[in-house]
């Protein structure tokens, strides 16, 4: 049997790099160890991709739009 998530956490940013590194922490301590962070990023020409490349957590999904509006996992 397969061991889901119990919660989902879907984080849209786009150029977020002021705030991100505070809401990703935010969201990571939380009490609830069964969860997946799920962050899409919508094209953003600033540092917010890789400020989520520096989190090496395994909760944490990264999703990018290419700029035709196409879903890649990054």
């Excluded at 301590?29 to 989520?52: G, H, K, L, R, W």
């Excluded at 999904?61 to 996992?73: A, C, F, Y």
């Amino acid at each position: 049997k397969e061991n889901f998530p119990l919660v989902s956490v879907i984080m849209p940013v786009h150029n977020g790099e002021r705030y991100l590194g505070a809401a990703i922490e935010s969201i990571l301590q939380q009490n609830e160890v069964s969860f997946e962070f799920i962050i899409i990023d919508d094209c953003s020409e600033d540092e917010t991709n890789a400020i989520i490349r520096s989190y090496h957590d395994e909760r944490i999904v990264l999703l990018g739009i290419l700029g035709s509006k196409q879903w890649h996992v990054v």
